[in-house]
Every structure is written in structure tokens, then in C-alpha cells.
């Protein structure tokens, strides 16, 4: 069974910065691509970073130069560095499993099959 559990979300003020993690587990995690997401209330969920499992990084242009996404294949984990937080990243964050090796960088339920429960990140003024 495909599980993936999302931490570190929380409360930060502007500038700050955290770290996100997913663990995935109940499938070859290494083979598949990863991505994190975003979503306020309101609003279609946002795509934030995407992994391919070849390698190589891409990012939204609202965080590019202030957010990393990393993957640790040895671990199951994957990671979202978020420095230089702003106020309009507050949102609820969602790591996701693609369907291959590369990645759909848009949000795309089709797509990615499976989404972690989220977890909650607010950044204050």
C-alpha cells in the first residue's frame, strides 16, 4: 500500500525558513517521480517543485532561487528546503507520486497518484 507522510510544516515569520519532508513507502520510490504542491483555500492546488527520477530539478517561478527539492533514495524521503519565506507561501503542502520517471509540471490528478495529507506552513508578517 502506498503511503506518504508529510512533516515539518509550521509557523514562521517572513524571510524564515523550514523544511519539509515526505516519506514514502509501499512502492519502488526511486523509480517514480516526485513532486511537492501547494494549495489555499480557494485556489487550484499549485505545483512548487517537481524530481524526476533521473535526476535534475524544476521549480514554479514563485519560488524559484528560494526553494530546493531534494530526494534521498537511500531513505524513501523527499525534501523541500523553503528559505526567504514570504506571506504568500502560506499554505497547505502536499507531497505527490508521479506515474513515471519524469514529471507533469502542473497539477495533474491524472498524473500523480498518489498525495500525502498535506501539512500546514504559515508565514507571517
Known amino acids: 500500500q502506498v503511503q506518504l507522510v508529510e512533516s515539518g510544516g509550521g509557523s514562521v515569520e517572513a524571510g524564515g525558513s523550514l523544511r519539509l519532508s515526505c516519506v514514502a513507502s509501499?512502492?519502488?520510490?526511486?523509480?517514480?517521480?516526485m513532486a511537492w504542491f501547494r494549495q489555499v483555500p480557494g485556489k487550484e492546488r499549485e505545483g512548487v517543485a517537481f524530481?524526476?527520477?533521473?535526476?535534475?530539478?524544476i521549480y514554479g517561478d514563485s519560488v524559484k532561487g528560494r526553494f530546493t527539492i531534494s530526494r534521498d533514495n537511500t531513505k524513501n524521503t523527499l525534501y523541500l528546503q523553503m528559505n526567504s519565506l514570504k506571506p504568500e507561501d502560506t499554505a497547505m503542502y502536499y507531497c505527490a507520486k508521479g506515474r513515471g520517471v519524469y514529471c507533469v509540471t502542473s497539477y495533474s490528478r491524472s498524473y500523480y497518484d498518489y498525495w500525502g495529507q498535506g501539512t500546514q506552513v504559515t508565514v507571517s508578517t
Open positions: 524530481i524526476p527520477s533521473i535526476g535534475g530539478t
Open positions: 509501499g512502492y519502488r520510490y526511486s523509480s517514480y517521480c
